[in-house]
């Protein structure tokens, strides 16, 4: 029962560290911070270009759904946002992959901190997915 207690602790360890790592990072948000985040090379370049043109063309598709259905606006933004994360990781190689990783937690990381500060300040479920979405 004590290894167990111990292997346990020693996992909480690492996770603990892994976050503090992430916290000293931030989420790229433009080419050139993808660019660097990921160290893409001129062909990945033109590919974050191609895929970050067609998230904002279908951003701008669904802009004026926000007011008339929330709840669908809600699936499409997610479903874009997958996209464009799963288009990423496609054209990554082995050593990307592993940034990768670390951007992927970064975006979980912010979406805990954004639900936790939503529900302190009584939001509802569908307006902490709508800010989620839009992060």
Do not use: C
Request: proline letters at 1%.
């Amino acid at each position: 029962m004590r290894i167990f207690a111990s292997i346990i602790a020693v996992l909480f360890a690492f996770n603990l560290n892994a976050q503090s790592n992430l916290k000293d990072l931030t989420l790229p948000t433009s080419a050139e911070e993808f660019t660097s985040f990921f160290n893409l090379n001129d062909d990945q370049v033109k590919k974050l270009e191609s895929f970050t043109d067609r998230k904002s063309n279908q951003l701008d598709l669904i802009k004026d759904m926000k007011g008339a259905d929330l709840t669908t606006y809600i699936s499409k933004r997610n479903a874009i946002n997958k996209g464009f994360t799963t288009s990423l990781e496609l054209m990554l190689n082995e050593v990307q992959l592993v940034e990768f990783k670390k951007y992927i937690s970064l975006i979980r990381l912010k979406n805990q901190e954004i639900r936790q500060n939503l529900l302190k300040a009584g939001k509802s479920e569908q307006d902490i997915k709508l800010a989620i979405v839009e992060n």
